[in-house]
């Protein structure tokens, strides 16, 4: 790991987001480690700033946190170095992302993204007015989502910034409505201004 990545990426910010990988991946904290970031997946400081910026405008601040808030940034990067939801499989057309993939026909996220919202931006994603920053982001996710067979990257790094957010305290307890145990079958539940998603299923949920 180059060295401006470590200090970008210390153990003690790590922890949070490793214990979130560690319970999606269903393994201990200890087996999701830095040590396994290829030198080319470790984040640089720049990059952590712009998951960090992206998961905001994915789920911004409300009566909660927003997703950058809780750290659902930090998870995605470590989620996608982890292969979580498919993200170090081969894609069909590796050829459409040359530039950003590896030996193995997968592809590195994070550059990616990196790399598509400066040029939507004109230059630098992060400099640019928070009115721009959401419609360049918005634009790329229409385009992602415009079709089932599209292989954006965007679609993964989505669904691990969601998948991040809504393993949170704050997005399974307090956007989300949780129930350590489940009463009843009620299919007819009464929906009041206040009602609140259950979060025990969200698995379930197709981010997509």
Do not use: C
């Amino acid at each position: 790991m180059q060295q401006s990545s470590q200090r970008g990426w210390n153990r003690r910010e790590f922890v949070s987001a490793a214990a979130l990988v560690a319970l999606a991946l269903g393994v201990p904290t200890a087996a999701v480690s830095l040590t396994q970031f290829e030198s080319e997946d470790a984040p640089s400081d720049r990059q952590r700033l712009l998951m960090k910026d992206v998961s905001q405008l994915v789920i911004p601040r409300s009566a909660t946190l927003g997703a950058g808030d809780v750290g659902a940034g930090d998870f995605a990067i470590l989620a996608l170095a982890h292969g979580l939801n498919g993200s170090r499989s081969p894609l069909k057309d590796p050829t459409a992302y040359a530039r950003f993939a590896r030996n193995d026909g997968s592809i590195r996220h994070v550059a990616w993204v990196e790399r598509e919202l400066d040029t939507r931006a004109g230059g630098n994603f992060l400099k640019a007015p928070a009115d721009q920053r959401f419609a360049a982001l918005k634009a790329l996710d229409a385009e992602a989502f415009a079709s089932r067979e599209s292989e954006s990257p965007w679609k993964a790094i989505k669904g691990l910034i969601l998948t991040g957010y809504y393993t949170s305290e704050a997005g399974g307890a307090q956007e989300l409505r949780y129930e350590p145990v489940p009463g009843r079958f009620d299919p007819d539940l009464p929906l009041t201004p206040d009602f609140r998603a259950i979060s025990n299923d969200w698995t379930a949920v197709d981010f997509g």
